[in-house]
């Protein structure tokens, strides 16, 4: 007997959103890391990645193959490093995500906070001795900076560094850190004993005093693995602390840089739920005829779709002014803001539309319907992101 088959074996893949001839405004180069992109998550990611976030298990051989793909090192120049332009960050961050939000954070975790504040922080010399490997991914990178009980205000940070002759010693606690349990270099943030400056070390891992201990129970990013770290009197030597990071400001700067791409990570999730939503509505039968032809339908996907291409045009016009340098945080705390609140309305709206299926992982949007929640919390929760553009509309803060 032949097994049964599921239908709508193609519900990740992607269709067609380009409405505004957003494609037009691509060079060749932005194009190719796209297609090269959506090519390896239609190909290689969507197969078996529902397998991997149901059992909470990293995707290793997905993770290696994004070296080969060029695509690692965000908007770094030099050092092996991706050193691609803004618009096509955010296109391969975007196509990452449409694929899995793991997948897409752990190369954002890796290159766009880890290897970012070694470039923006470091010296000549540590850039030199970590940038190469990172790039290749022989050396995989962490971001510790929140805690416990800091996360929105990551300010006050409580995770001490007391110089010790030619090392400095850490203590403290660190949550929700991802690859802190896998990475080989661990960029943490900590504050001076002496000054009351935030500075920044690279712990090199194993290191005596370093636990990190992954968070269990996860129904969000469940393929990449996020850490409790302990650091009890970590020693870190001298050559380790980043030179440039002197002040909280400077681990804020490396933020900021990473936060527009939350957009086009939001974009991505918001993109395959459409996609899902569409090829299901039009191979669905119900009562004689396809989902599609009911004008209830069809009246949420155009909402959807409009939506969808509001996204695309914020990331679009956010790329265009980080091109120039003029994508100010406030701007980049708006496009996440807006992206990702829009993409957990479309992503509730295509989990509707699949009725009982749209709860299967087989279908693929309720990973992305799940997913979506962490990106939306992570790099600046909805109301911080208001909190900050309110002060700048207004001139007042709400908070300190």
């Not at 900021?256 to 039009?282: K, P, S």
Request: proline letters at 3%.
């Amino acid at each position: 007997m032949t097994a049964p088959t599921t239908p709508y074996t193609e519900l990740g893949e992607a269709l067609g959103t380009d409405f505004f001839s957003v494609r037009d405004q691509f060079t060749d180069e932005q194009w190719q890391r796209f297609a090269d992109t959506r090519t390896f998550v239609d190909a290689e990611v969507l197969p078996g990645i529902n397998d991997y976030w149901e059992r909470a298990e990293l995707p290793w051989h997905l993770f290696r193959r994004l070296p080969e793909l060029g695509i690692v090192g965000e908007d770094i120049q030099g050092y092996g490093a991706a050193g691609m332009s803004p618009l096509a960050l955010g296109l391969v961050h975007m196509e990452l995500h449409r694929g899995d939000g793991s997948l897409g954070t752990f190369l954002g975790v890796h290159a766009g906070l880890a290897m970012k504040a070694i470039a923006m922080c470091g010296s000549e010399e540590q850039r030199q001795r970590w940038l190469p490997s990172m790039s290749t991914m022989d050396k995989l990178g962490a971001f510790a900076l929140t805690e416990p009980m800091h996360g929105s205000d990551s300010v006050a940070l409580e995770t001490t560094a007391t110089r010790d002759g030619d090392h400095w010693v850490l203590r403290g606690s660190k949550r929700w850190i991802g690859n802190g349990s896998v990475a080989d270099l661990v960029v943490v943030w900590a504050r001076d004993t002496d000054s009351g400056e935030v500075l920044g070390f690279v712990v090199e891992t194993p290191a005596e005093g370093y636990e990190a201990t992954v968070i269990p129970g996860k129904v969000s990013l469940r393929a990449l693995w996020q850490a409790d770290i302990e650091l009890d009197g970590v020693r870190v030597p001298e050559e380790n602390r980043l030179t440039e990071a002197r002040t909280f400001a400077d681990c804020a700067a490396v933020l900021a840089t990473t936060r527009g791409t939350c957009a086009w990570m939001a974009l991505g999730h918001a993109t395959a739920g459409y996609d899902a939503a569409l090829r299901y509505a039009l191979e669905r039968e119900q009562f004689g005829k396809p989902l599609a032809s009911f004008q209830i339908v069809q009246q949420r996907l155009v909402a959807m779709l409009a939506d969808l291409t509001g996204m695309q045009l914020y990331c679009m016009q956010s790329a265009r002014l980080a091109e120039v340098g003029k994508l100010s945080p406030t701007v980049a705390g708006l496009a996440k803001m807006h992206n990702t609140r829009t993409a957990r309305k479309i992503l509730s709206e295509a989990r509707d539309l699949l009725g009982g299926n749209g709860i299967l992982l087989e279908h693929h949007v309720v990973r992305h319907w799940a997913d979506i929640e962490a990106i939306h919390t992570f790099e600046g929760t909805e109301t911080i992101q208001t909190l900050i553009v309110g002060r700048d509309v207004t001139g007042i803060s709400a908070f300190t």
